[in-house]
């Protein structure tokens, strides 16, 4: 971006900070630039940076459990993943987990993070009632309340953006790690 920052653990520091508080990665990198005197046009170049491929030896960390999880309900249910962002670069990032997209029954990326429309869509194709949806999220806005709007069980996952998320009484159930779900989804 072409920008001071003076000490720059300091400022990998601050940058999480604000990816935390804020709700969207684009968000938070927009704020931060902004502090730092950015322009529009260094903060375009920026964001434009974050959608492009990422670099080969490059690796994702999953959240704990993931892949096991995914592996446990693989042939239970069909699997369906519902994340937000660009397309190439949501799978691109499963791949740099090490996570067969395969897994999945079905990989919706909406890129203006409206859920509701992918989770109907998934209902009618695996012609499911609502009390046997099941939605498991971070982001209680984005990812869990089109889910109870729907009548869809609702797991919150205190994770990433959802650590700080405050608990809503609609919300069912509440887990800090992903193993919790064998618990819960039977």
């Known amino acids: 971006m072409g920008l001071e920052v003076g000490d720059v653990d300091r ?3 601050e940058l999480l900070q604000a990816n935390e508080e804020l ?3 684009q968000e938070a990198v927009e704020s931060y630039a902004l502090r730092l005197g950015a322009t529009e046009s260094q903060i375009h170049l920026t964001l434009k940076e974050l959608a492009t491929p990422l670099p080969s030896q490059f690796s994702v960390p999953t959240t704990p459990f993931a892949k096991e999880i995914l592996e446990f309900y693989r042939d239970r249910y069909p699997l369906i993943l519902v994340t937000a962002g660009q397309s190439a670069f949501q799978r691109d990032k499963l791949e740099k987990a090490g996570i067969d ?5 079905m990989i919706e990326v909406p890129e203006d993070s409206v859920k509701k429309p992918f989770y109907e869509a998934a209902q009618k194709k695996f012609l499911k009632r609502p009390d046997e949806v099941w939605v ?3 982001r209680v806005e984005t990812d869990l309340y089109p889910a109870y709007e729907l009548g869809f069980h609702t797991v919150h996952m205190k994770w990433g953006r959802g650590k700080k998320a405050k608990r809503e009484p609609w919300i069912e159930h509440t887990i800090a790690s992903l193993i919790e ?4 989804i039977i």
């Open 11 to 13: 400022a990998y520091v």
């Open 23 to 25: 709700s969207k990665t």
């Open 101 to 105: 997209s395969s897994i999945f029954s």
């Open 136 to 138: 498991c999220g971070d």
């Open 181 to 184: 779900l064998k618990e819960k």
